[in-house]
């Protein structure tokens, strides 16, 4: 009988490891710990630290995207809603965690982007993915008269991410959700006001 593959626990243990102790911070034992898995699991499936981060980090996108299709696939919610949705439910998973972890594409764009050209170029292909959804969800609010004109949909889905990562960014030394909470007030009272009609 074949022995069991610890590949999939050991890239898991990583998404929680490297939220603890960040991508330069995460060591090999660690992480084998994490995952139960004996050491040389480790080393025979993943070459090199920066191998097994990229697999990390499209893990943890994938799981990312399932958040994104809840909310901005629900066509019961006008477009404006379905964004509004999204950061309902990233904030509520935060909170889960006591606020003490913030979204590893961030965390990974601050810390593994400057050593890393693979990584840098992973998170440039992520964010465009991320963008899309966003980008088409707002099309259809400002073609609804939702959200004005004023921007790009493109322009204005990169401002709610990356304005979103920053207000996690704060998140986590605050260790509470008003900067995210303070982000949804400022941004749907501004840049995403409901259009009158």
Request: charged fraction near 25%; glycine fraction near 6%; charge should be negative.
């Amino acid at each position: 009988m074949a022995k069991a593959s610890h590949r999939d626990s050991i890239i898991d243990a990583g998404i929680r490891v490297m939220f603890r102790k960040g991508y330069v911070g995460a060591g090999v034992r660690d992480i084998a710990a994490e995952a139960s898995a004996p050491l040389g699991s480790y080393t025979n499936h993943f070459r090199s630290k920066e191998g097994f981060a990229s697999l990390v980090l499209a893990r943890y996108f994938e799981n990312l995207k399932v958040a994104v299709g809840e909310a901005l696939d629900d066509t019961s919610l006008t477009p404006r809603q379905r964004l509004r949705r999204y950061l309902d439910i990233i904030t509520a998973r935060l909170e889960q965690d006591h606020f003490t972890r913030g979204c590893l594409i961030g965390d990974f764009s601050l810390e593994a982007a400057p050593q890393s050209e693979m990584l840098r170029s992973q998170l440039i292909e992520i964010f465009a993915e991320w963008r899309a959804p966003f980008a088409a969800c707002i099309g259809e609010a400002q073609a609804a008269g939702e959200i004005a004109r004023t921007f790009s949909p493109e322009d204005l889905a990169e401002f709610l991410l990356a304005s979103w990562e920053g207000a996690i960014l704060r998140m986590k030394v605050d260790r509470t959700a008003e900067p995210l909470e303070r982000f949804k007030r400022i941004a749907f009272a501004t840049v995403f006001e409901e259009q009158r009609s």
